[in-house]
Every structure is written in C-alpha cells, then in structure tokens.
C-alpha cells in the first residue's frame, strides 16, 4: 500500500528543500511526472532485495 498525505498548497512547480525531504511529497512528484505505480516495489519485494543485499 502506497501512503502519502496531502500537503495544502501542493504546487508540483514548486520543489523545494522540505518536500525533497518528505518521503511522501517525493513519490507524489514522481507520480505526477509520469512513473508507474507498478514499478514501486512491494513490501514483499523489498524483503526479498533486503536479503539478496545481506548476502553479498
């Protein structure tokens, strides 16, 4: 599950220092630029890369 929250005053022109910083606001940036949900990794595939990573 993707969790985001809404920021008033969101103007995606508007990229500043503390939207950068937020985890949220950046995905949002990159939904709005065209990037495929599909492509966000799920929590099972980030288990399976964490482990992956662990062994090398």
Partial sequence: ???THDTDGYDP???TV???RCSSCRLR???D???KKE???T???NIRHKQLVDLN
Avoid: K, S, T
């Fill in 29 to 31: 940036r990159c939904f």
């Fill in 33 to 35: 630029i065209g990037m």
């Fill in 13 to 15: 022109a508007e990229y």
């Fill in 39 to 41: 492509l966000v990794r």
């Fill in 18 to 20: 503390q939207i950068r």
């Fill in 1 to 3: 599950m993707l969790r």
């Fill in 43 to 45: 929590e099972a595939e």
